[in-house]
Every structure is written in structure tokens, then in C-alpha cells.
């Protein structure tokens, strides 16, 4: 009995979509596939496929045990490469979630470039600014942007992202420059990321701490389409620097109150599940993005 072979043929099944379609992808007999799978529900003691004369779906346990092969045969992949090439070539595949914005502006490039020095390492990469479960989700790592308070997974810092207060020049010349933070209380809207604090806290010059609440005009889960919005002068916005530096860079907004609001500043961290080994391929990625985003990253504006 080939264990091995067991999670190569239960993978070709998922992947393929059906028995058949697995059996022709080994050049094999369709029985022989079956009879395989069921040796292999019999020896695990769990159900891995409801299977139907249409279509076949993964089991809680068949989810699970998927993406365990899928780790294992990647490991294997990676050690023999190892062995097999004297540079030590990383092979194998490396699922990634990341915040939906960041990644869709930033991570392509980053992944581009380390494809070039690793060419046999596939990404799955996931974008969505929900907070991933990453071991019931079997992913390898995660990008996050915030301050981190759980204790069962591990971290790498990756850079810093500024939060910044901006309007375009038109929405300014419409509502006026505020001078203090009171003056956002007379006339002025905010576009608000979902999650976003209700007030915006800001510090006069003596340090005095204050909370401003600006009626919302639009409030949004994306902040490409709340940059687009505040662009084209609908209203202030507070938004990481890694979204607006261009539009900064082409005054096509403002940062505004300064003196009294200080950039809140977030870490962007990689991370990964300490109870899971991890590869050299996903260390090599921690590593790249490290130094590839540093610690004041290309798009900071101060």
C-alpha cells in the first residue's frame, strides 16, 4: 500500500472533478481509480467525497485531507528539487491571502519579481479583506495590516502603512481648507471604509486630544472605489498611504490638518501558523517581501 500514491490519486480526483476524468488524466481504468479511493475512505474511517451521478463534492474531512496532500506533495516536490539541483531551486505551491487593495496594487509585482528567481513556484493566491482563518482555510501565510493580538500564529514584519487625512482640490475649493479640527463640524463629509471609526481623532498643538464626527456620505468595504470618490471631490477621506500616494504625488488630493492629525501608523506583517512546519519556499517568500517592501516602503509621502 503506497500512502503517497493514496494522496497523488485523492488530489488528481478533486482537481479533475470526477473518477473518470482522474482515471483518464493517469491513464488508467476508471475501477481502479475507485477502488483506490474507496481503500482509502476505509483505511482513514471518514467519508472524503459525497459523490453523486453528476457531481462530486469534498467532505469537511475530504476539505481537510486535501489540503494536507496538497502540502505534503509539495514538500516532497521541494526536497527532491533540493536534491536535484545544486542551487537549491524552490518548487511547489504557495497559497496567500492578502487584503484586497494592498494586493491588487502592490503584491503582483512583488510576486512577479520573485517568480523570476523561482520560477516552479505556483501561487494561490486569495484577495478579501475578511480576517482568514489560516489553518481551517490551509493557507501557507497571510498578509495582514494591523496590529496583531493572535497569540497562535506567527509574525514577520514587513513595513509600515500611514493612515492619511485627504480631499481632492476641487472638494476644498467647494467646502474650504479646514484650519482646526472643529472646523470639519461645519459643512464638511467624510467617505467612510466600513470598518473605519466612527470619529477621527486628532491633537492640537499643546497635545490635547480630540474626537471629531463628520457626517458620512458614502461609506464603502473597498477603498479603491472610496479613492476614486474622493478624487473626483465627494468628499475627505482617510485612506493608507499605499492606496493614494499617486494620487498625492499628482495632486490630485491633499493631505489636510496636519499640524494636528499625525499619520497613524499600522504594521504589515506576514504571517503563519507556529504549529505548521514551515517550508523553505515560504520562508524565502517571508524573506523577499521583507526587503522587497522594507521598512519605508516606495509609496510612503513623507
Not at 2 to 20: H, K, L, P, Y
Not at 164 to 189: I, K, V
Request: hydrophobic residues 40%; neutral net charge; aromatic residues 8%.
Amino acid at each position: 500500500m503506497n500512502q503517497f500514491e493514496d494522496m497523488q490519486t485523492f488530489v488528481r480526483i478533486v482537481e479533475a472533478g470526477s473518477i473518470t476524468k482522474a482515471a483518464e488524466q493517469q491513464n488508467t481504468v476508471k475501477s481502479a481509480v475507485s477502488r483506490r479511493l474507496t481503500e482509502l475512505e476505509k483505511r482513514l474511517k471518514v467519508s472524503l467525497l459525497t459523490r453523486t451521478t453528476r457531481t462530486q463534492t469534498l467532505t469537511e474531512n475530504g476539505l481537510s485531507y486535501y489540503q494536507q496532500c496538497l502540502r505534503i506533495i509539495d514538500d516532497v516536490a521541494e526536497v527532491e528539487s533540493s536534491i536535484r539541483d545544486d542551487n537549491c531551486a524552490l518548487a511547489g505551491n504557495i497559497k496567500l491571502a492578502a487584503p484586497l487593495s494592498f494586493g491588487l496594487e502592490h503584491l503582483g509585482a512583488a510576486l512577479q519579481q520573485f517568480n523570476e528567481i523561482h520560477p516552479d513556484i505556483r501561487f494561490d493566491v486569495d484577495f478579501n479583506d475578511r480576517k482568514i482563518d489560516l489553518i481551517e482555510e490551509g493557507f501557507d501565510l497571510a498578509i495582514r495590516i494591523s496590529q496583531l493580538t493572535d497569540s497562535s500564529l506567527m509574525a514577520r514584519k514587513l513595513t509600515n502603512i500611514h493612515l492619511l487625512l485627504c480631499a481632492s482640490p476641487e472638494y476644498l475649493q467647494n467646502y474650504g481648507m479646514p484650519q482646526t479640527p472643529n472646523d470639519l463640524l461645519t459643512g464638511h463629509q467624510r467617505l467612510k471604509y466600513l470598518s473605519e471609526a466612527e470619529q477621527w481623532q486628532f491633537s492640537s498643538t499643546k497635545g490635547d486630544k480630540s474626537l471629531i464626527k463628520v457626517p458620512t456620505v458614502m461609506t464603502s468595504n473597498n477603498g479603491n472605489f472610496l479613492l476614486q470618490a474622493a478624487i473626483k471631490g465627494q468628499g475627505l477621506i482617510m485612506t493608507p498611504d499605499f492606496l493614494c500616494y499617486k494620487a498625492i504625488r499628482l495632486k490630485q488630493l491633499v493631505p489636510v490638518l496636519t499640524e494636528y492629525f499625525t499619520p497613524l501608523k499600522i504594521p504589515a506583517y506576514a504571517i503563519y501558523p507556529q504549529n505548521r512546519h514551515l517550508s523553505q519556499r515560504v520562508r524565502s517568500l517571508i524573506d523577499f517581501l521583507s526587503q522587497y517592501f522594507d521598512e519605508k516602503s516606495y509609496w510612503c509621502v513623507n
